[in-house]
Structures are given as structure tokens and as C-alpha cells.
């Protein structure tokens, strides 16, 4: 328990999933506050201690508004945790002008609109701590996904970068790689994805929300001072063969 004692966290889709998850987590950690911001409504909000704002990811003034709220009215924002996406599953061939656009503006250039957005903040109080979630096909080719795994790339080297840039300034920013985790967004993938994914682990099982949590909590707490630029997989071991 309080982990996260008196920090206010911003984390971008967690309105369900491995995001929700995170947030709430956050919360039974002792945050002073954690703001969940996505363009879903949240289940059982009324319920939760987690502030549900509406917000596009893709959309640098709804970041600015946001961002510029929460420093009002919290004093200040410790942890920006970028895990808004979408998968899509067209190889290059199939990959359209706009399925190319969509999920490259959603799943990387709304990283981009975000630290851009809190670094200031963060440098101004020199500490912060960045997450930015990308996934094991950052790391390793996966048949088909084009453009996600363009994007799920590009955040491992854009949060090296920022670690780079903005370490003297108190700044530490990594990258979170989930493998196969049950959650809303892989609910419709076909069953035999699903089993190839299960199979490829160690564990022989799918990941759970609270396990990616765990993972981010370790990224946001002071317990992690030491570590910045890097890439925490979790994946029950997919990529250790």
C-alpha cells in the first residue's frame, strides 16, 4: 500500500482493460488522485475513485485542456501513462491510406501530443515519470497488424529518446510490452490467434489486466528511480525462446 502516496497520475484509455486496471490500482496505492481519459464510458464509474474524463487522444487541445486541469487543480501531474489504442489487422497490402493514418494518429501520434503536453509540467518540478505501453510486436515481427506494429515500434524508440532528452530534467520515461492479455480489445480476435499466442508463452496461459498493472505501478513508483529507457515485457515469457 501506498506506492503511489500523494501522486496524481493521468492515463490515457482506462476506461476498461489493462487502462482500468492501472487506474484503480493506482487509487488502492495511495495516488492522491488518477484521472482516467478516454473517449469510452466507463462501467461502474460511480463506484470507482478514479476521475473519468472524456477525452481524444488525437486531439492536442483536449490534451491541453486536460493536462492544464488537472495541474489546477492537483498542483502538479507525476505520471503520464500513454495506453490509449487500437489494433487493426490488414497486412501492408491491405493496408489503406486511412487504416494507416487512424491507428498511427491514436496509438503513436497521441504519445507524441501527450508528452509534449506534460513535460513542461514535469520539468518544472524536475520529476516525472513517463509509461509509454506498447506491446511484444514492438520487439518482434508478427504476420498482418501493418500498421500497428509501425506504431508499437516507434514508441520504444521515441521513449528512449525522451528518457535521453529529458533525464537531467528528473524525467524518466520507459516503454511497457504486454503480450497476449485478456481484455476488451483482443475479445474479438479470432480463437485461433488466441491459442497460437497461448502456446507461444512459457506459461501456457493468457495474461491478466492486473499483471500489465503490477508492471506499470513498478514504472510510476519511486521504487523504479533508477530506470529509465527501457523496455519491461510481460509476456509469460513469449519472447524468451
Known amino acids: 500500500m501506498d506506492r503511489l502516496k500523494d501522486k496524481v497520475a493521468l492515463i490515457t484509455g482506462a476506461a476498461r482493460g489493462q487502462g482500468r486496471e492501472m487506474a484503480e490500482l493506482f487509487m488502492r496505492e495511495g495516488a492522491k488522485a488518477v484521472i482516467s481519459a478516454d473517449v469510452l464510458d466507463a462501467a461502474d464509474a460511480d463506484e470507482s475513485q478514479v476521475t473519468f474524463v472524456k477525452m481524444d487522444v488525437t486531439k492536442k487541445d483536449q490534451w491541453k485542456a486536460v493536462i492544464d486541469d488537472i495541474v489546477a487543480q492537483h498542483g502538479k501531474i507525476d505520471i503520464l501513462i500513454n495506453n490509449a489504442a487500437i489494433c487493426l489487422y490488414e497486412p501492408i497490402l491491405e493496408t489503406t491510406d486511412e487504416i494507416y493514418d487512424r491507428v498511427l494518429d491514436i496509438d503513436l501520434k497521441s504519445i507524441f501530443l501527450g508528452m509534449r503536453e506534460v513535460l513542461p ?81 512459457v506459461l501456457k496461459r493468457p495474461g491478466k489486466a492486473i499483471e500489465t498493472a503490477y508492471a506499470a505501478l513498478f514504472l510510476a513508483s519511486d521504487e523504479s528511480s533508477y530506470v529509465t529507457g527501457t523496455s519491461l515485457v510481460v509476456d509469460g515469457g513469449y519472447l524468451a525462446p
Do not use: F
Open 121 to 201: 509540467h514535469m520539468i518544472k518540478r524536475k520529476q516525472g515519470s513517463i509509461i509509454n505501453v506498447s506491446s511484444i510486436w514492438g520487439l518482434a515481427g508478427v504476420p498482418n497488424s501493418y500498421a500497428y506494429q509501425a506504431a508499437k515500434g516507434a514508441i520504444l524508440n521515441v521513449s528512449k529518446n525522451v528518457a535521453a532528452t529529458h533525464g537531467e530534467d528528473g524525467i524518466r520515461c520507459n516503454s511497457l510490452h504486454p503480450g497476449y492479455i485478456l481484455s476488451p480489445m483482443n475479445e474479438h480476435q479470432a480463437p485461433e490467434i488466441n491459442a497460437a499466442l497461448i502456446a507461444g508463452t
